[in-house]
């Protein structure tokens, strides 16, 4: 079934009564061309492409738990391209290019609101780092634009501009940035795998690996054992717990990140904000909520949910940045758990064990890079090799020294 107005409004007029289950609900075969294990963006993602771009539709996506119960469903929408090293930018701009033609692609509704991210500066050194970010982004073919004080002033008049601690200086505006509505690019992803014959197994989680003289020829999971040519793990937050199961250790540690959302407020957000002298950024739903985070919870964890100095921290940056935030109610929080990499940046790698494939350590920014990911992952299942936006993100890279340092600016998760 396609979506379209037409379909909508002959819908509305004959009672509903037309509309299918957006994929099916298959038992699992015993054997297929390539397993994905993770249903969250990213895998389902790596199966659209797969299907869609590479031919190759003998694919099953295992999910332990239902479709966007991970950080799929739980981030904060947030899709840029604003990144400085060329390990990353060429990536993140590719991505951006897909977000772009992405529901026509797929034929779903995302809510891709290209309403524009903005990072404040504080001081003048912040803003010549700013300066040479945002000339890099136009290296790569991306946009971006440095507004001086006036220029923020024009777009967001109630910003606290004058703050003795944190002046606003200016910002980096990337116009093309924005906003996706996150479990919509989930479902989106998923019907259009399924509908080139992607078996999309929920409640079906992968305990274990079959691997044989260093081939990786299968996996054990709660559903039974199924085999395959190609296994790719896209678990995000569990990466470390799952590669853990066929004996591999990953520059990779988990943390919790909260988000929080307040009650439903007139149109005063029209865009995404960043601070720059701590860790927070805000927009607005369509719904007339403010979505907000910051920073990672200080400790390693895998509960989907955070602790209350960290809600403490968040309200107290986001009080420096606009005042009036005081004023409005928390509706909710939440929390996912990150796979942060030790240098903030990503894997899109094969393993050492032949057929075993790895994609993980998105930190807290794998949201504007799923399709991107999806489709350089599908790429390298499908070809062997990586995607040319993707050669940097491998595992090794440690030990090689070639580390894609993007932030530069700590040795551990919680200082990048
Ligand atoms: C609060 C918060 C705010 C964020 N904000 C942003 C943002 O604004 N912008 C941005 O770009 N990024 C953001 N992120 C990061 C982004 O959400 C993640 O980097 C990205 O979603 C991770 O990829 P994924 O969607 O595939 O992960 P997930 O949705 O977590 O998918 C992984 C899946 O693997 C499954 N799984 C795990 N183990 C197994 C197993 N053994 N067998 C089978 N399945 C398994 C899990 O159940 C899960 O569904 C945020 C994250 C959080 C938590």
């Known amino acids: 079934m396609r979506y379209s107005g037409l379909r909508v409004l002959w819908e509305g007029l004959t009672g509903n009564k037309g509309w299918q289950p957006a994929w099916r609900e298959p038992e699992p075969k015993k054997s297929y061309d390539v397993i994905v294990i993770g249903g969250g963006g990213h895998g389902l ?16 996506v295992l999910e332990k738990g239902w479709l966007g119960s991970g950080n799929i469903g739980r981030n904060t929408t947030i899709i840029r391209s604003n990144y400085l090293l060329p390990g990353n930018e060429p990536f993140y701009e590719l991505s951006m290019k897909l977000w772009e033609g992405l529901e026509q692609d797929f034929n779903y509704n995302a809510m891709v609101s290209q309403r524009g991210v903005l990072n404040l500066c504080h001081t003048d050194a912040q803003r010549d780092a700013f300066a040479r970010r945002g000339n890099s982004m136009r290296l790569s073919g991306a946009d971006s634009e440095l507004l001086d004080q006036d220029g923020v002033r024009a777009l967001y008049p109630f910003l606290d501009f004058d703050n003795a601690r944190f002046p606003i200086k200016g910002g980096l505006l990337q116009k093309r940035g924005g906003s996706a509505r996150h479990d919509g690019v989930a479902w989106g992803y998923a019907r259009g795998a399924d509908l080139r014959g992607v078996d999309i197994i929920q409640n079906c989680e992968v305990t274990g690996f079959h691997i044989e003289n260093g081939v990786c020829k299968g996996v054990e999971t709660t559903k039974g054992a199924i085999s395959a040519k190609k296994i790719a793990v896209c678990v995000a937050g569990s990466s470390g717990r799952v590669m853990a199961q ?171």
């Open 246 to 416: 066929a004996g591999m250790r990953l520059p990779i540690e988990s943390h919790v990140l909260q988000a929080f959302v307040s009650e439903g407020l007139k149109p005063i957000i029209p865009g995404v904000i960043t601070f720059g002298a701590g860790h927070f950024y805000i927009s607005q739903s369509d719904k007339g909520g403010l979505v907000f985070g910051g920073d990672i919870d200080g400790y390693n964890s895998y509960a989907q949910r955070g602790n209350l100095p960290v809600v403490e921290d968040v309200c107290e940056s986001g009080m420096a940045l606009m005042p009036m935030i005081g004023r409005a109610r928390l509706l909710r929080m939440w929390g996912g758990v990150m796979d942060m990499s030790m240098d903030g940046s990503p894997f899109i790698d094969k393993t050492h064990i032949d057929g075993l494939y790895f994609n993980g350590g998105w930190c807290y920014g794998g949201f504007k890079a799923t399709p991107a990911s999806g489709y350089c992952y599908a790429h390298l299942l499908a070809k062997d090799e990586p995607h040319p936006v993707a050669t940097e993100m491998r595992l090794d890279r440690f030990k090689r020294g070639h580390m894609i340092d993007e932030k530069g600016a700590g040795a551990q998760p919680n200082l990048h």
């Open 45 to 60: 993602a790596t199966a659209y492409y797969l299907s869609n771009k590479f031919g190759i539709t003998n694919v099953a």
